[in-house]
């Protein structure tokens, strides 16, 4: 059997902290389009693995983790990394499908408009970031310019900064390197998916190098009024102003409408007819919508100075216009069975929820030596601001003039006209953040057998809402120090035993801080703290198998005060234990895999009851299995045919922390079929779900429950001249 390495494989380059005129040329030699299409062996692959490259679907290195150029299997955390490879065998678009195949993350329906996901027992829709930035903006992002997703897990504060109690997720984008490159990339398939992207880039002279990638879509869904349109193009310049100095510049508009779908309702502790109502819509399709527009300019300079000290500094300005709008199943209510058969209730509300955002990260590293130990010192700053505003308006039904309307469960969709006003309860406000950090860090290393990190963080969050109603402003000030402490021990070069502790927290404004009540102002933030152990084998360097034990509390969590409307109680607190397993890169010079086992055991320490709604110490956190199965495996036949075989199985999880809605465990098997024409051209098939399985993907809450897709099919055609 052949590994193909064609031209529609690139190797890609790992991004340096600086890019030199030798670099260039390393990378011209080293990135796969500028190679022959010939079989490739795993000696070779070795070689490319040892540079530093992503090789397939395994990556060796990474600065996010450390904010320096540190080896995985030095870096004494859990990372999982989703190459370009592999989001372009598995055909995938959006941050949630890339995230299904990496353990101990799992998908959350975000209301049917945006992001959002569960990380170690932690639900977030912020922990977005881009090349190591914020991008905590609600809206679902598109891979068309991504070179690859690391997620990071575990409380990640010393590196980012507020929130991340679980991890985060952080997209590399592609850059400008000056190989040559032409690629176009259609997609088509089932529910009128039609996709094209391009990737174009060259070297305007020694000294400037362009790229530009861009997408439009129109598709539809598997969901009955499902309807999708995005586009966004995104250009970038690298400049190499000198052999120590290298600008880069990019500016990404994009611009995602799409209808919002919330799913379907639950009866009697299950979701409602699921396996009849796959498509079944609830709601009012003509209401329910929601749109971003992004702009994003980004410069990045880096430098080398003489005393060895090397600077990489990053400024962002990004504008971000969203609004959504959705008639729902009402998370109050179940399905109702009366003498006219069931019932299901309604209600509708809509969200801007505008902002911009300003960031300058700074960051300096020198090595040098102490006696026998080496240290890789880092220390830096990190200042932002961040404005917008958060206005909602609930939905008033015309037929009664109620914020809610019964409708049969068996047809559900409504077209009653909506009126939509901001009430009392109802965000109306304006806010601005301002945020400022320091933090320094220090790798040692004490001979090839034990290195030590350690971290800290001062982050200064100062935040101030204004009601536009009466004019009221309410801020709060924190001032937070994020420790973090790591030692690794190595008895032999490709094996590694890790133990980290790590800290961070979450101020009382929330993951979106669009408003701030007097409840909320007095709060004190949430604290996560993560301990973890755990084992990284380099099997070879094409191939990464890492082990994981971890415990991770959360605490002061914000419950609602049932005697005090408005008011929290700082007293929530959560537990997750749980083991994690990964495999990456090539079993064989014909085999690589993608995936792993997560073990994960989420708890409700402190609970609380309000109304219907009881949460108890004990019960389990919302949407997580206590065991996920995921592993995609590519099988290389001959040199132009090869096959991807993929399977996901978790056990079956709760819609909501009150444990009252029970989704069933599912098993689901992915396929794909990939072949080389000539050197120029590939062409894939993907079917997800061969099988035609029945079943629930995910969920917001008890009555927000989202079926998953059944057996769909899209074909891709990927052309690189």
């Known amino acids: ?67 320096t150029d540190t080896p995985l299997i030095d870096t004494p955390q859990s990372v999982s990394i989703v190459t370009r490879q592999q989001i372009l065998d598995q055909g995938i678009q ?81 850059d400008p390197d000056g190989v040559p490159l032409r690629e176009v990339v259609l997609q088509g398939g089932q529910y009128g998916n039609k996709r094209m992207s391009v990737d174009v880039g060259d070297r305007v002279s020694d000294g400037a190098f362009f790229r530009l990638n861009g997408v439009v879509e129109d598709s539809g869904t598997f969901r009955d009024y499902g309807d999708l349109r995005r586009y966004g193009v995104n250009p970038t310049m690298t400049f190499l102003l000198g052999p120590d100095t290298t600008l880069k510049l990019s500016y990404e508009y994009f611009h995602d409408d799409r209808t919002t779908d919330r799913g379907i309702p639950s009866q009697f502790g299950r979701p409602y007819r699921y396996r009849q109502n796959v498509s079944t819509y609830f709601g009012n399709p003509d209401l329910s919508y929601a749109r971003v527009d992004a702009n994003i300019a980004t410069a990045t300079l880096d430098h080398r100075f003489e005393t060895g000290v090397q600077m990489h500094s990053q400024l962002r300005f990004a504008d971000y216009q969203k609004f959504y709008q959705n008639v729902y199943p009402n998370i109050r209510s179940n399905v109702v069975s009366g003498p006219n058969g069931d019932t299901a209730t309604l209600s509708a509300y809509n969200n801007e929820s505008n902002r911009t955002n300003y960031f300058s990260q700074n960051d300096f590293t020198y090595k040098f030596a102490t006696g026998p130990l080496l240290h890789t010192l880092l220390a830096g700053f990190e200042l932002g601001y961040q404005e917008g505003l958060t206005y909602r308006q609930d939905g008033f039904f015309a037929s009664n003039g109620s914020q809610n309307l019964v409708v049969n469960a068996m047809s559900p969709v409504s077209r009653v006209p909506v009126t939509f006003r901001n009430i009392a309860s109802g965000a109306n406000s304006r806010y601005d953040l301002g945020l400022a950090a320091l933090y320094a860090q220090d790798q040692v290393e004490i001979g090839p057998h034990l290195q030590l990190i350690g971290g800290l963080r001062y982050d200064h969050f100062d935040f101030s809402a204004t009601d536009r109603r009466d004019r009221v402003a309410v801020g709060r000030v924190d001032d937070l120090i994020s420790p973090r402490a790591g030692i690794v021990i190595k008895p032999v070069e490709n094996v590694a035993v890790y133990g980290s502790y790590s800290v961070s927290y979450l101020p009382s404004a929330g993951d979106q801080f669009g408003t701030l009540s007097p409840g909320l102002a007095i709060s004190e933030p949430e604290r996560f703290e993560n301990m973890e152990v755990g084992l990284k084998v380099d099997v070879s360097s ?180």
């Open 542 to 721: 094409t191939l990464q198998l890492t082990g994981a034990l971890y415990n991770l509390d959360r605490f002061n969590q914000r419950l609602p005060d049932p005697n005090n409307a408005g008011f929290f109680l700082a007293s929530g607190q959560t537990k997750t234990q749980g083991a994690e397993i990964g495999a990456n890169g090539y079993v064989t010079d014909w085999w690589q895999i993608a995936g792993g086992y997560a073990f994960t055991d989420a708890r409700i320490e402190s609970g609380f009851s309000q109304g219907a709604t009881v949460i108890r110490p004990g019960n389990r956190v919302a949407l997580v299995p206590f065991n996920a199965v995921t592993l995609w495996n590519k099988f290389d036949v001959t040199p132009e045919f090869s096959f991807g075989i993929g399977v996901i199985n978790q056990t079956h999880t709760f819609a909501a922390s009150d444990d009252s809605v029970r989704l069933p465990s599912y098993t689901r098997f992915d396929l794909g079929l990939f072949y080389r024409l000539n050197d120029s051209w590939r062409a894939q098939v993907n079917i997800e779900n061969v099988f035609d399985r029945k079943y629930v993907a995910t969920a917001d809450g008890n009555n927000n429950i989202s079926p998953g897709a059944p057996r769909l099919i899209r074909a891709q055609v990927i052309a690189r001249f």
């Open 94 to 174: 959006s941050v949630t499908e890339a995230i299904r195949y990496v353990p101990g993350v799992i998908p959350h329906q975000g209301e049917g408009n945006r992001d959002d996901v569960v990380i170690r027992g932690q639900r977030s829709n912020a922990d977005f970031f881009v090349n190591g930035i914020r991008d905590d903006v609600q809206y679902f992002r598109d891979l068309y310019n991504v070179q690859r997703i690391e997620v990071l897990k575990g409380p990640n504060a010393m590196i980012f900064g507020r929130g991340g109690g679980g991890g985060i997720i952080n997209r590399v984008l592609k």
């Open 1 to 67: 059997m052949f590994f193909h390495f064609g031209k529609y494989q690139p190797v890609v380059l790992l991004t340096a902290t600086y890019l030199v005129g030798a670099d260039v040329a390393r990378a011209q030699d080293s990135v796969g389009n500028a190679r022959s299409p010939v079989a490739i062996t795993l000696d070779q692959l070795n070689v490319d693995a040892a540079r530093g490259e992503s090789i397939g679907y395994l990556t060796t290195r990474t600065r996010s983790a450390t904010k």
